[in-house]
């Protein structure tokens, strides 16, 4: 360490104004996600590769930034990932952390890169929180949040009279999130929940559950979970005659891999909310393509797309600052200017953290629809970025109140 | 007259019936456990990966050659079984002269790279595979899919007949003698060394099997076995280690206990076996059904 300061140093002196263009500025990015559990899928390595794509695309090295990306598996949970986070800001001189799907885990390392002022990008996550009571001047949530989702997904069922819900709730603060904003749109457009049943995180078997949600005659069945509990929740209703008997399934939050495991057979008809489609644009499609290369054939997520914009966005706010060292101001540069890249076309991010672009009302293929694999929605409606998030107005967040 | 917090009894009879039909997976593949650990005396903590093995091995029998689920039933097994048999021919067996904690070490890690293997393959998020009995019967107090009433049959029938095999058979008699004195059976003449490889090969096709019935119901993904394979080891910990009719009773019993849970307090669902599992080690260590050595 000392050696390296003497040399530093020397380096400064022999070089004072000759070099001050050529050294580069280095920047770490530390991908953490699930690398091998239940949501390695829709982020994952694909994520890792996202981060590196969008590092190659802004033309880093031309621009005079080093930058490296590592990558780390936070195994969904909370200890490992502050962990995890601790020693990347600590030791290895990690600028900033990006992806991180799983609430309860990025809720954590929110905290944590606020104590060590660093940069947070936040796209895997849905807990709305991370931009509402527990907002900080390091994080910024990228891809969608859960308020998205239930404005989107739960609003156009209320309207088209889905009007008695049942929730079956992950048993963490992703879900209770979820149901809580679901809930708040139920009911602020007429409607009302029957019931709802806690379910913990990873489990196998709903058939009991649903058996609930099926005894309460709620018209909907709202599922607030994510990944494989999604995935075994919507087989199992299947199995189960849940919507044979009349009612109908909202799956809240439904990534393209889950519509990938579960098959258009069982899939199809589902509505959605998302951030990003691969198949909606030929800038989608191009890095679509790019991405399938890559990754064995596989189509990016909106997570995985969001990794990319949100690292896009966060290389030019330390090419502006000429450093990534002090993290709250790279993040108040990275709301100060204006966001557009070819994925999530041009937007903001906002006092709260919030980056505001459209979301999209998708439906499901049936399998004659569909020409093969990942050729799975179709575009319902387009909700425009100023409607499509939580309003600065309704915010907990005390960023918000204090400007 | 029976009404329970709340819940009437016809909704009480559909959720034992469930807990039924979950309690057949766990019996299954505790059955399979306690048949290796009493014979071989090795935890075989790769049972979770050759469960998730036996459906993807339906999955691909599928995909790849066109055999239908009541193929795979039988097909996938027994594929299953001979890759277990090879491994227990080359690796397990240059460690029975060990402790058992080696034995379980081996068997943890292969389970691991398995699982790295197949999520490297077809990733984390799982396959889709159809339910080869759509459909149901309407109970009057639930709804009863045609496949789940499968399951629980099936399930019983193997059950009971490895019970019966083993307990009451001339064959599940020399088993047992070549558990307690393996030379003196040798003597016999006897040869204990196939009998194990076949016996390590039936306890992991017992697995498989499991995961051919999980394919419809559940998702088939390499995760599959690593959720399920902790909750099994709590099933025969507490029906007794090396217990057959044990691992049936409490694969059964649990699964339904499990379910009542599910109504009750649903957020304690996932523990609530591994509480029973600490008030049965304190109150009877060897576990309900097993004798103290």
């Given at each position: 360490?000392?050696?390296?300061?003497?040399?530093?140093?020397?380096?400064?002196?022999?070089?004072?104004?000759?070099?001050?263009?050529?050294?580069?500025?280095?920047?770490?990015?530390?991908?953490?996600?699930?690398?091998?559990?239940?949501?390695?899928?829709?982020?994952?390595?694909?994520?890792?590769?996202?981060?590196?794509?969008?590092?190659?695309?802004?033309?880093?090295?031309?621009?005079?930034?080093?930058?490296?990306?590592?990558?780390?598996?936070?195994?969904?949970?909370?200890?490992?990932?502050?962990?995890?986070?601790?020693?990347?800001?600590?030791?290895?001189?990690?600028?900033?952390?990006?992806?991180?799907?799983?609430?309860?885990?990025?809720?954590?390392?929110?905290?944590?890169?606020?104590?060590?002022?660093?940069?947070?990008?936040?796209?895997?996550?849905?807990?709305?929180?991370?931009?509402?009571?527990?907002?900080?001047?390091?994080?910024?949530?990228?891809?969608?949040?859960?308020?998205?989702?239930?404005?989107?997904?739960?609003?156009?069922?209320?309207?088209?009279?889905?009007?008695?819900?049942?929730f079956l709730t992950a048993d963490y603060a992703f879900g209770h999130a979820l149901e809580r904003d679901t809930e708040a749109v139920v009911v602020a457009n007429g409607g009302k929940v029957l019931g709802k049943v806690r379910v913990p995180l990873n489990n196998a078997d709903f058939s009991s559950f649903l058996l609930q949600a099926q005894s309460s005659k709620a018209k909907i069945i709202g599922l607030a979970n994510a990944g494989g509990d999604t995935i075994n929740s919507i087989k199992q209703a299947?199995?189960?005659?849940?919507?044979?008997?009349?009612?109908?399934?909202?799956?809240?939050?439904?990534?393209?891999?889950?519509?990938?495991?579960?098959?258009?057979?069982?899939?199809?008809?589902?509505?959605?909310?998302?951030?990003?489609?691969?198949?909606?644009?030929?800038?989608?499609?191009?890095?679509?393509?790019?991405?399938?290369?890559?990754?064995?054939?596989?189509?990016?997520?909106?997570?995985?797309?969001?990794?990319?914009?949100?690292?896009?966005?966060?290389?030019?706010?330390?090419?502006?600052?000429?450093?990534?060292?002090?993290?709250?101001?790279?993040?108040?540069?990275?709301?100060?200017?204006?966001?557009?890249?070819?994925?999530?076309?041009?937007?903001?991010?906002?006092?709260?953290?919030?980056?505001?672009?459209?979301?999209?009302?998708?439906?499901?293929?049936?399998?004659?629809?569909?020409?093969?694999?990942?050729?799975?929605?179709?575009?319902?409606?387009?909700?425009?970025?100023?409607?499509?998030?939580?309003?600065?107005?309704?915010?907990?967040?005390?960023?918000?109140?204090?400007? | 007259?029976?009404?329970?917090?709340?819940?009437?009894?016809?909704?009480?009879?559909?959720?034992?019936?469930?807990?039924?039909?979950?309690?057949?997976?766990?019996?299954?593949?505790?059955?399979?456990?306690?048949?290796?650990?009493?014979?071989?005396?090795?935890?075989?903590?790769?049972?979770?990966?050759?469960?998730?093995?036996?459906?993807?091995?339906?999955?691909?029998?599928?995909?790849?050659?066109?055999?239908?689920?009541?193929?795979?039933?039988?097909?996938?097994?027994?594929?299953?079984?001979?890759?277990?048999?090879?491994?227990?021919?080359?690796?397990?067996?240059?460690?029975?002269?060990?402790?058992?904690?080696?034995?379980?070490?081996?068997?943890?890690?292969?389970?691991?790279?398995?699982?790295?293997?197949?999520?490297?393959?077809?990733?984390?998020?799982?396959?889709?595979?159809?339910?080869?009995?759509?459909?149901?019967?309407?109970?009057?107090?639930?709804?009863?899919?045609?496949?789940?009433?499968?399951?629980?049959?099936?399930?019983?029938?193997?059950?009971?007949?490895?019970?019966?095999?083993?307990?009451?058979?001339?064959?599940?008699?020399?088993?047992?003698?070549?558990?307690?004195?393996?030379?003196?059976?040798?003597?016999?003449?006897?040869?204990?060394?196939?009998?194990?490889?076949?016996?390590?090969?039936?306890?992991?096709?017992?697995?498989?099997?499991?995961?051919?019935?999980?394919?419809?119901?559940?998702?088939?993904?390499?995760?599959?076995?690593?959720?399920?394979?902790?909750?099994?080891?709590?099933?025969?910990?507490?029906?007794?280690?090396?217990?057959?009719?044990?691992?049936?009773?409490?694969?059964?019993?649990?699964?339904?206990?499990?379910?009542?849970?599910?109504?009750?307090?649903?957020?304690?669902?996932?523990?609530?076996?591994?509480?029973?599992?600490?008030?049965?080690?304190?109150?009877?260590?060897?576990?309900?059904?097993?004798?103290?050595?």
């Amino acid at each position: 360490m000392r050696l390296a300061a003497i040399f530093l140093a020397a380096s400064c002196l022999a070089g004072a104004g000759a070099a001050y263009a050529a050294d580069p500025i280095p920047v770490k990015i530390g991908v953490l996600n699930d690398q091998s559990s239940l949501y390695a899928d829709l982020g994952g390595q694909g994520s890792v590769w996202a981060a590196k794509k969008a590092i190659e695309d802004f033309g880093a090295a031309a621009k005079g930034l080093k930058v490296d990306v590592i990558f780390a598996d936070h195994q969904n949970k909370a200890d490992v990932g502050t962990s995890v986070a601790r020693q990347w800001y600590d030791v290895d001189g990690v600028d900033a952390i990006v992806d991180t799907p799983n609430s309860g885990v990025a809720l954590a390392v929110s905290g944590v890169t606020k104590e060590k002022n660093k940069v947070f990008i936040n796209s895997g996550a849905a807990t709305s929180d991370l931009t509402g009571k527990a907002c900080t001047p390091n994080t910024v949530h990228w891809t969608y949040d859960t308020w998205a989702l239930a404005n989107g997904t739960g609003k156009a069922i209320v309207k088209t009279g889905g009007n008695t819900w049942f929730f079956l709730t992950a048993d963490y603060a992703f879900g209770h999130a979820l149901e809580r904003d679901t809930e708040a749109v139920v009911v602020a457009n007429g409607g009302k929940v029957l019931g709802k049943v806690r379910v913990p995180l990873n489990n196998a078997d709903f058939s009991s559950f649903l058996l609930q949600a099926q005894s309460s005659k709620a018209k909907i069945i709202g599922l607030a979970n994510a990944g494989g509990d999604t995935i075994n929740s919507i087989k199992q209703a299947a199995e189960y005659g849940i919507v044979a008997g009349g009612q109908n399934l909202a799956g809240l939050l439904i990534f393209l891999t889950d519509v990938h495991s579960l098959g258009l057979k069982t899939a199809q008809g589902l509505n959605l909310t998302a951030a990003w489609y691969w198949d909606q644009t030929d800038a989608n499609r191009k890095f679509a393509d790019e991405f399938a290369k890559a990754n064995g054939g596989k189509r990016p997520t909106m997570v995985q797309a969001g990794v990319y914009s949100g690292v896009l966005h966060y290389l030019k706010a330390v090419e502006a600052l000429k450093s990534a060292k002090d993290g709250a101001a790279v993040v108040a540069e990275m709301k100060k200017i204006p966001t557009d890249d070819p994925l999530f076309g041009k937007g903001e991010v906002r006092a709260d953290g919030r980056h505001i672009h459209p979301m999209y009302l998708y439906q499901v293929k049936t399998p004659a629809e569909s020409k093969g694999p990942w050729d799975y929605y179709t575009l319902k409606a387009t909700i425009p970025a100023n409607e499509a998030f939580r309003p600065l107005s309704e915010s907990d967040c005390p960023l918000v109140k204090k400007g | 007259m029976f009404e329970l917090l709340g819940i009437p009894p016809q909704a009480l009879f559909g959720q034992l019936l469930l807990g039924l039909i979950n309690g057949a997976f766990y019996a299954m593949l505790s059955l399979g456990l306690a048949v290796i650990f009493g014979l071989l005396n090795v935890i075989n903590f790769t049972h979770g990966a050759q469960y998730m093995m036996g459906a993807f091995g339906a999955w691909m029998l599928l995909n790849y050659l066109g055999i239908p689920f009541w193929g795979a039933l039988v097909l996938s097994p027994l594929v299953v079984a001979v890759i277990g048999m090879v491994i227990e021919r080359t690796l397990l067996r240059r460690l029975y002269h060990l402790d058992h904690l080696y034995g379980l070490l081996l068997t943890f890690g292969l389970a691991l790279i398995i699982e790295g293997l197949f999520r490297r393959q077809y990733g984390s998020s799982g396959l889709p595979y159809d339910n080869p009995l759509p459909g149901g019967t309407n109970l009057g107090f639930m709804f009863l899919p045609n496949y789940r009433g499968f399951v629980v049959v099936a399930s019983l029938v193997v059950c009971l007949a490895t019970w019966y095999v083993i307990e009451r058979t001339k064959l599940g008699s020399y088993l047992r003698a070549a558990t307690e004195r393996p030379d003196l059976v040798q003597a016999f003449g006897i040869d204990v060394p196939r009998m194990i490889t076949l016996t390590y090969g039936f306890g992991v096709g017992l697995a498989a099997l499991a995961g051919v019935l999980a394919a419809p119901a559940y998702q088939v993904s390499p995760t599959m076995g690593s959720n399920l394979i902790i909750i099994v080891f709590a099933v025969v910990v507490i029906g007794g280690m090396g217990s057959i009719m044990g691992a049936i009773v409490t694969g059964f019993g649990l699964g339904v206990i499990e379910g009542l849970t599910k109504v009750f307090y649903p957020e304690a669902s996932s523990t609530v076996i591994f509480v029973i599992m600490a008030i049965v080690l304190m109150v009877k260590p060897a576990g309900l059904f097993g004798t103290a050595k």
